[in-house]
């Protein structure tokens, strides 16, 4: 024998409702995923901290007029290599974001050579600021994939 039970409209609605959020409340689950430490975003310091650490270590061979982890600027003093004492460089690093990305980092170089007694600008090959930048990806995949390890 079947039994029909015939409810409202008004009173079926929210038992359905109430069914369906005891079903759905056991599908979260309780454990939550572990951070990975080597994320590609990491703002502890304002800035991804893989790229920040790649830059600093790119210009090392200059003096830092100014290193500023928050908002990502690193600016170099003039720098004369002893092979060549008659040019000198100066680097400004830019860290746009706090994603581990390609366009998140801007170098710009400025050059100067001796002459006449002083110092003159000189026009700084676009390769290479390119190949900076490329010095600071490469070198910031690698601490990351340290990281990982």
Request: glycine share 6%; with cysteine.
């Amino acid at each position: 024998m079947t039994v029909k039970l015939k409810l409202p409209a008004h009173t079926l609605r929210p038992l359905i409702a109430g069914v369906a959020i005891i079903a759905l409340s056991g599908c979260g689950g309780h454990s939550r995923p572990k951070a990975d430490l080597a994320a590609s975003k990491v703002t502890t310091i304002g800035v991804n901290s893989y790229l920040w650490r790649a830059a600093l270590e790119t210009v090392s061979f200059a003096p830092l007029l100014q290193a500023d982890s928050s908002g990502g600027v690193i600016v170099t003093d003039w720098y004369s290599s002893p092979a060549n004492p008659g040019e000198r460089v100066k680097v400004s690093i830019t860290i746009l974001d706090q994603d581990l990305r390609a366009d998140a980092v801007r170098v710009a170089a400025s050059r100067q050579i001796a002459q006449n007694g002083g110092w003159v600008d000189a026009p700084v090959k676009a390769a290479t600021v390119q190949k900076l930048e490329d010095i600071i990806l490469t070198k910031a995949r690698d601490l990351r994939r340290q990281a990982v390890s």
